[in-house]
């Protein structure tokens, strides 16, 4: 293949190039416009879009409470009906169905707490044990 060729063959390439760079310019501006709005929140961006920014600089959506409780106040109230023994799956089951705001993680690290602060006890693989009634619970809370 000749030089000719070659250079003929980029330029008929030139319009597909151009329009590629304009679409990636329209991009780089779009993101430039998000980081100086984010910038003009002056540190509270996090808080107004609802994120949770963990020490990695990792963002997480925190969850709509208006729906329902979360973590351990979730737990408390699922085992404040019927204290005793828990699978950690059967939590899960019960916080989804009653359209609590906790992810099944979110399950396991409250039920992680309680047995850290004593208000609930290992008793097996994945299986918890809550006493006390309902107030007794929810005193606890």
Not at 23 to 39: D, F, N, P, S, T
Not at 92 to 120: H, L, N, T, Y
Request: proline residues 4%; glycine residues 12%.
């Amino acid at each position: 293949m000749e030089a000719s060729q070659i250079t003929s063959g980029l330029i008929d390439r030139l319009p597909e190039w151009e329009a590629e760079a304009e679409a990636l310019e329209r991009k780089a501006r779009a993101v430039r416009q998000v980081v100086e709005g984010l910038k003009a929140l002056n540190g509270d961006a996090a808080a107004i879009l609802g994120l949770n920014i963990g020490p990695n600089g990792s963002a997480a959506v925190l969850p709509d409470v208006s729906k329902g409780p979360v973590g351990r106040e979730a737990v408390r109230r699922l085992v404040a009906e019927r204290p005793g023994v828990w699978k950690v799956s059967d939590l899960k089951d019960a916080a989804r169905r009653r359209g609590f705001p906790i992810s099944k993680m979110g399950v396991e690290k409250a039920v992680m707490r309680m047995v850290a602060s004593g208000e609930a006890v290992k008793v097996g693989y994945g299986r918890y044990r809550f006493e006390g009634g309902a107030q007794e619970v929810m005193d606890a809370a």
